[in-house]
């Protein structure tokens, strides 16, 4: 066996079926539902446990072959808020328990994601006696240390719950090297359970091919500088600072024909008002902000940019990213958490320290008065985002899976 031939896939606070960029959903979503997709391909069963978006949902979802997304009654997301889910993990857990004993699948492998799931999965590896492997995504210790003004830090409870992870799981998964050292020194973590695997891009659908055509069903002219914005829309992933930079760069250049696009929705206790602040910052004339959106037309609108602007205050990868950059767009990201790894800069995009709107509107102007420059990182681009295929972390996680089974049968 390699991997696993059966896993169960823990995600219970919010669905894999869910559209990125909207409530809770983000990453952690794409991440999930294109994994299984492609263990899926490589001949491994998948099941999915998460919890129902509404009552009356149908149990199971077969999204692809070899793929069950299972939904569990206990915190439906139009009626619990994600920070209540920690409450209703007990009935999640029931619900989970009731459908596997009448189903009666067997798994090799549990793969828990986020410390929710974790919590779950520490249980479930006791009582099934098969091996845990978790994927932390975000972690409360590293979120504290870059808390913003006005929001509360993360609860003690979630804190020992990532640290019952860290030092009870059969192996963890760490997207960058900077998140394994971190699980290693702000956790504890034994650096020898920590698998380092990047996740991937659809590849087939954030490609570069066809951006002379999606610019101009966008309305854009040649002297329009195009920036784009696409996540949650809440103070941690710093849409804020792109709409104070581009005041600046107003500011300092008024010759610079601007356009930003946003595409997302308000999340979470620090989630912004976004057209007040454009109002405030007198920008009402060149943001346009619209809903999440599938991920076939996300990718028409990074072909469509000129730059797309990764402002996170903190951030364990950046899927975003690497999307945009398979679109063969140049990405100005902060330089934090696993940005540096999807951003490589002065090559594919420029890292910014800090979230200064003037050194942000400094990176800006010099990929606006540089179009070859900018070009040429997003040709750069393009060829450094074909190297993350899903299909490669799905293979690099079978190899975790196969470590993970080895070190509990021994």
């Given at each position: 066996?390699?991997g696993?031939?059966?896993i169960?896939?823990?995600?219970?606070?919010?669905?894999?079926?869910?559209r990125?960029?909207?409530?809770?959903?983000?990453?952690?979503?794409?991440?999930?539902?294109?994994l299984a997709?492609e263990?899926a391909?490589?001949?491994t069963?998948?099941?999915?446990?998460?919890?129902?978006?509404?009552d009356?949902q149908?149990p199971?979802?077969?999204?692809r072959?070899?793929?069950?997304?299972?939904?569990?009654?206990?915190?439906p997301?139009?009626i619990?808020?994600?920070?209540e889910?920690?409450?209703r993990l007990a009935a999640?857990?029931?619900?989970?328990?009731q459908f596997?004993?009448?189903?009666?699948?067997?798994?090799d492998?549990?793969?828990?994601?986020?410390?929710?799931?974790?919590?779950?999965?520490l249980r479930?590896?006791?009582?099934w006696?098969i091996?845990l492997?978790?994927?932390m995504?975000?972690?409360?210790l590293v979120k504290?240390l870059?808390?913003?003004p006005?929001?509360?830090?993360?609860?003690?409870?979630?804190?020992r719950?990532?640290?019952?992870?860290?030092?009870g799981?059969g192996?963890?998964?760490?997207n960058?090297?900077?998140e394994?050292?971190?699980l290693?020194d702000?956790?504890?973590?034994?650096?020898?359970?920590?698998d380092?695997?990047?996740p991937?891009?659809?590849?087939?659908t954030?490609?570069p091919?066809?951006r002379?055509?999606d610019?101009?069903?966008?309305?854009l002219?040649?002297?329009?500088?195009?920036?784009?914005?696409?996540?949650?829309?809440?103070?941690l992933?710093?849409?804020?600072?792109?709409?104070?930079?581009?005041?600046?760069?107003r500011r300092?250049?008024p010759d610079v024909?601007?356009?930003?696009?946003?595409?997302g929705?308000?999340?979470?206790?620090?989630?912004?008002d976004?057209?007040?602040?454009?109002t405030?910052?007198?920008?009402?004339d060149i943001?346009a902000?619209?809903?999440?959106?599938?991920?076939?037309?996300l990718?028409a609108?990074?072909?469509?940019?000129?730059?797309v602007?990764v402002?996170s205050?903190s951030e364990?990868?950046?899927l975003?990213?690497l999307?945009?950059?398979?679109?063969?767009?140049?990405?100005?990201a902060?330089n934090?958490g696993g940005?540096p790894?999807?951003?490589s800069?002065?090559?594919?995009?420029?890292l910014?320290?800090?979230?200064d709107p003037?050194?942000w509107?400094?990176?800006?102007?010099?990929?606006?008065?540089?179009?070859?420059f900018?070009?040429r990182?997003?040709?750069?681009?393009?060829?450094?985002a074909?190297?993350?295929?899903?299909?490669?972390t799905?293979?690099?996680?079978?190899?975790?899976?196969?470590l993970a089974?080895?070190?509990?049968r021994?």
């Amino acid at each position: 066996m390699v991997g696993a031939d059966r896993i169960a896939v823990l995600s219970l606070h919010t669905s894999p079926l869910a559209r990125p960029g909207g409530g809770d959903a983000g990453g952690m979503n794409v991440y999930v539902r294109a994994l299984a997709r492609e263990q899926a391909a490589l001949g491994t069963a998948v099941d999915v446990f998460t919890r129902s978006q509404h009552d009356g949902q149908e149990p199971v979802e077969h999204p692809r072959a070899g793929v069950r997304v299972i939904h569990l009654d206990g915190a439906p997301a139009d009626i619990v808020a994600k920070e209540e889910v920690p409450q209703r993990l007990a009935a999640l857990e029931a619900s989970l328990r009731q459908f596997t004993q009448q189903d009666g699948a067997k798994y090799d492998v549990l793969h828990s994601h986020y410390w929710l799931s974790g919590a779950v999965g520490l249980r479930l590896q006791r009582d099934w006696q098969i091996p845990l492997v978790h994927s932390m995504h975000t972690m409360g210790l590293v979120k504290n240390l870059h808390l913003q003004p006005g929001e509360a830090p993360e609860p003690e409870s979630r804190v020992r719950g990532e640290q019952a992870i860290a030092s009870g799981a059969g192996r963890l998964i760490a997207n960058t090297l900077t998140e394994a050292c971190e699980l290693v020194d702000l956790y504890g973590a034994d650096e020898g359970t920590v698998d380092v695997i990047p996740p991937g891009v659809d590849l087939r659908t954030f490609r570069p091919e066809g951006r002379v055509r999606d610019r101009a069903a966008a309305g854009l002219g040649p002297d329009t500088f195009h920036l784009v914005f696409a996540g949650r829309i809440q103070a941690l992933k710093g849409p804020q600072v792109l709409l104070a930079a581009a005041a600046e760069l107003r500011r300092q250049r008024p010759d610079v024909r601007l356009r930003i696009s946003i595409t997302g929705e308000a999340s979470g206790a620090a989630e912004l008002d976004l057209p007040a602040l454009a109002t405030q910052l007198g920008l009402d004339d060149i943001v346009a902000l619209s809903p999440p959106v599938e991920p076939a037309e996300l990718a028409a609108t990074f072909r469509s940019a000129d730059v797309v602007a990764v402002p996170s205050f903190s951030e364990s990868f950046g899927l975003v990213a690497l999307e945009a950059q398979a679109c063969g767009t140049p990405v100005v990201a902060t330089n934090v958490g696993g940005l540096p790894v999807a951003v490589s800069h002065g090559l594919t995009g420029l890292l910014v320290d800090g979230h200064d709107p003037a050194r942000w509107a400094g990176a800006l102007r010099e990929l606006h008065d540089y179009p070859e420059f900018r070009r040429r990182l997003g040709a750069n681009a393009a060829v450094h985002a074909s190297s993350f295929g899903w299909e490669q972390t799905a293979a690099l996680t079978a190899h975790s899976y196969q470590l993970a089974v080895d070190h509990f049968r021994r």
